[in-house]
């Protein structure tokens, strides 16, 4: 599989400014980042049975 790179809109801050959320994949992985201090919202990997598993406790919004 060829590594890929995906934006999307993640929210809005109060200020206005838009937050961008890429995801990035690579084989199995999947980290998901955002342009406001390269936070990481999420990062899937496979588990002991190859199942895709969630390693970031992360906020599903800029609200939350």
């Known amino acids: 599989m060829k590594p890929s790179v ?8 109060p200020d206005g400014r838009a937050v961008t959320q890429f995801e990035l994949r ?4 999947v980290l998901r ?3 406001l201090g390269g ?17 970031v406790l992360g906020l599903r919004d800029v609200d939350a």
């Open 6 to 13: 995906h934006a999307s809109s993640f929210g809005v801050l």
């Open 33 to 35: 980042v955002l342009n």
């Open 26 to 29: 690579a084989g199995d992985a």
């Open 39 to 55: 936070i990481v919202t999420g990062l899937e990997v496979p588990d002991q049975t190859g199942r895709p598993a969630d390693v």
